[in-house]
């Protein structure tokens, strides 16, 4: 199989890229800094943005993944890359016939007040830019609204007649240099930067590993959907404990904000119903990843930084792509 891949340089794209490579797939990745890392595993790299992506680079592919991001915080510069790339990339598609496309969305597009105990599933609404503080969503960032317009530019192009599928991870835990909560949000917090999210909220996660394995069978699917991908919950304390275990000094204390914690939780069943994957992994065994990278001393090199790869959300927000 022909694979197209956005965003290999960052910790999903290069997790997803080094499986494709191990199935014995031809992966080509567009990139704006090569990797060695694609390299030493025969990734084909292209230099260059999203404009390098045309009908005629795409003729013969088979699927496209859309891992790549931008993660403002301006909200037309994030919109340039998550609208504006996804409704080039969906076009391309289209014009050059290919015959399957993933988009890696987050379950921060949901629309999600303070405090509740709702359950989010696919059907929930979804943020919109505009409105008055608050009501944009769990965070109303620039991150948040685009990648909820670059569904709507799947979506449009699903009407159009491309055989898609959006997957929506919350926080992504696993090992990497770029991987936000393995290795950014680590790194926050033992330079003494708490983070403002209440340690009761709800900390929806997937292992990488479930996510790559939940991507891999919708790229062999044929069925439309839009699916959350989550392995599980925990308070958003447990995510900070273990943390506190694997830094060199203890952080700071957790901020508790004056809003109420969100104790609600994301919809699992629709991504295994569908796919007939099983999203299981421990969250013990998704940090001890973690702590074994730190311990190391150097997390996992996966890839190396790109400028529009997944990877870099807000602290406040729970997404990785």
């Given amino acids: 199989m022909r694979v197209l891949i956005t ?50 680079l795409c003729a013969g592919i088979d699927l496209i ?16 890359v998550n609208q504006g790339g996804t409704a080039h990339l969906v076009d391309t598609a289209l014009a050059a016939g290919v015959g399957r496309f993933v988009h890696i969305s987050t379950t921060s597009v949901y629309h999600r007040a303070d ?12 943020v919109t830019a505009g409105g008055a503080p608050g009501e944009a969503g769990s965070t109303g960032s620039a991150y948040a609204v ?19 599928a959006v997957l929506r991870p919350p926080a992504i835990l696993g090992a990497g240099p770029t991987s936000t909560w393995g290795t950014r949000i680590p790194r926050r917090l033992l330079d003494g930067d708490p983070l403002p999210i209440h340690p009761d909220t709800t900390f929806g996660w997937v ?3 479930d996510l790559v394995d939940v991507l891999v069978a919708a790229g062999a699917s044929r069925d439309v959907f ?26 700071p ?22 796919l007939g994957v ?22 996992e090199q996966t890839g190396v930084p790109d400028g529009a790869s997944a990877g870099a959300p807000t602290p406040t927000e729970e997404p990785e792509a």
């Fill in 278 to 299: 099983p999203i299981e992994r421990r969250f013990d065994d998704a940090m001890d990843e973690i702590a074994d990278s730190w311990r190391a001393g150097d997390p």
């Fill in 7 to 56: 965003g290999a340089t960052g910790f999903v794209g290069g997790r997803i890229a080094r499986r494709y490579g191990q199935q014995g797939d031809q992966v080509t990745a567009v990139v704006r800094t090569a990797s060695s890392a694609l390299e030493e595993i025969g990734v084909l790299q292209l230099d260059g943005g999203f404009e390098a992506v045309d009908a005629d």
């Fill in 115 to 126: 405090g509740g105990d709702a359950v989010l599933g696919e059907d929930t609404p979804l």
């Fill in 253 to 274: 204390s957790p901020v508790v904000p004056a809003t109420e914690p969100w104790r609600g939780r994301y919809a699992t069943d629709r991504a295994p119903t569908i």
């Fill in 65 to 80: 993944v859309h891992a790549a991001a931008g993660t403002g915080p301006d909200l037309e510069q994030a919109r340039t």
């Fill in 146 to 164: 685009t990648k909820a317009e670059a569904e709507h530019e799947v979506q449009r192009a699903v009407d159009d007649g491309l055989c898609a």
């Fill in 207 to 209: 292992h990488i590993d």
């Fill in 226 to 251: 839009v699916a959350n991908v989550v392995t599980g919950h925990v308070p958003f304390r447990t995510y900070l404990d273990a943390v506190a275990t694997i830094l060199p000094d203890q952080p």
